[in-house]
């Protein structure tokens, strides 16, 4: 089956416009490749800025704004690399409690362990790649670390704030509006069981 020059073309445009499109939804993801086939034995310390466009190249992220300041330290070593997380900052997201958007302070620390081997493959806290690469891309880990440090509960006492005093108030209202009516309930089942008693 012979491809005229144009459909040929037509291919190559859709391949170079997707090849495109990934590498400006990655660019912000190049920076956090270590360069860890040029780097001696012994630490060293590399510092990222985390904002908008780092959230924006994981699809599906529960966070999508943030600033946070991270420093990297590596200590590489014969045999393996120990990676050191130290990040802070703060990320946009939206009070449990009163649903008004604010900045959440989060830090944290967390550790990584890099060991080669001839198939790469990774275990918790340990990943293995090969001893000739490049370089490693610690983006990935990045993300997950600091969705790890987000609070399970996230509210405006976490960052010293208050809720919203308009919707405090109106669930305060709805609140008591739900106890009132548990409280009627129940005394509504207390005469109705004191009618059946009677009646017998």
């Known amino acids: 089956m012979c491809i005229s020059p144009l459909a040929r073309f037509g291919k190559k445009l859709i391949f170079a416009s997707a090849l495109f499109?990934?590498?400006f939804y990655m660019k912000p993801l190049v920076p956090f490749s270590l360069p860890i086939s040029g780097l001696r034995d012994g630490m060293h310390t590399f510092r990222f800025q985390?904002?908008?466009?780092f959230f924006r190249c994981f699809e599906g992220s529960t966070i999508e704004e943030g600033e946070l300041a991270l420093e990297l330290t590596l200590d590489k070593r014969p045999n393996l690399m120990v990676l050191h997380f130290q990040f802070d900052g703060t990320i946009r997201t939206e009070c449990d409690r009163c649903l008004e958007t604010f900045d959440l302070p989060i830090q944290d620390t967390q550790d990584l362990m890099v060991k080669f081997d001839d198939e790469p493959r990774e275990e918790v806290e340990v990943i293995y790649i090969e001893r000739l690469s490049p370089s490693l891309?610690?983006?990935?880990?990045?993300?997950?670390?600091?969705?790890?440090?987000?609070?399970?509960?996230?509210?405006h006492d976490e960052a010293g704030g208050k809720c919203d005093p308009?919707?405090?108030?109106?669930?305060?209202?709805s609140e008591e509006n739900t106890e009132e009516t548990e409280t009627d309930s129940s005394?509504?089942?207390?005469?109705?069981e004191l009618k059946k008693w009677n009646d017998e």
């Open 50 to 53: 985390i904002g908008e466009d």
């Open 166 to 173: 308009k919707m405090m108030a109106f669930i305060d209202h």
């Open 137 to 155: 891309n610690v983006a990935k880990y990045v993300y997950e670390f600091i969705h790890l440090a987000v609070p399970m509960h996230k509210t």
């Open 21 to 23: 499109k990934t590498f």
């Open 187 to 192: 005394e509504d089942s207390v005469w109705s």
